[in-house]
C-alpha cells in the first residue's frame, strides 16, 4: 500500500499559516528577548535556575529552580524592570514562579 505523505512544513511556515501558532511564537519570542535582556543582571551562579516562562498580557513569569533562588531574584526585580523599560521591553509585572517538583 502506497501511501501519499504530505510535504515536509518548516515550523516557521506552519505557525505563519496558523493565527494560534503564530501568536504562540510571538509570545515565546517576547519572552526570549526580556530574558535575553536581563541575563546579564542574574548572578553567574544563579543563572542555570532561572528560565522564562510566558508572557501574556503584559504579565511575564521567571521560572526558578527552587526558593533561594526566588528570594534572590525578588530582590533584583527593580533592575530587571529598569532594563527591560530602558529597552523598550516593558511589562506589568513579573511573576516568580517555583518549581516544587523533586
Same mark, same amino acid.
Given at each position: 500500500m502506497n501511501a501519499r505523505q504530505a510535504p515536509a512544513v518548516s515550523l516557521l511556515h506552519a505557525s505563519q499559516a496558523n493565527p494560534v501558532l503564530s501568536r504562540l511564537m510571538s509570545m515565546q519570542h517576547e519572552a526570549q528577548q526580556r530574558m535575553q535582556a536581563i541575563m546579564p543582571l542574574i548572578p553567574a551562579s544563579l543563572q =542555570?535556575?532561572?528560565?522564562?516562562? =510566558?508572557?501574556?498580557?503584559?504579565?511575564?513569569?521567571?521560572? #526558578?529552580?527552587?526558593?533561594?533562588?526566588?528570594?534572590?531574584?525578588? *530582590?533584583?526585580? =527593580?533592575?530587571?524592570?529598569?532594563? #527591560?523599560?530602558? +529597552?523598550?521591553?516593558?511589562? +506589568?509585572?513579573?511573576?516568580? +514562579?517555583?518549581?516544587? *517538583?523533586?
Open positions: =542555570p535556575h532561572v528560565h522564562h516562562g =510566558p508572557l501574556e498580557d503584559g504579565n511575564w513569569s521567571l521560572l #526558578l529552580s527552587n526558593s533561594t533562588t526566588a528570594a534572590k531574584i525578588r *530582590q533584583l526585580l =527593580p533592575d530587571f524592570e529598569t532594563c #527591560l523599560r530602558s +529597552k523598550g521591553l516593558a511589562v +506589568k509585572s513579573i511573576r516568580l +514562579k517555583v518549581n516544587r *517538583q523533586k
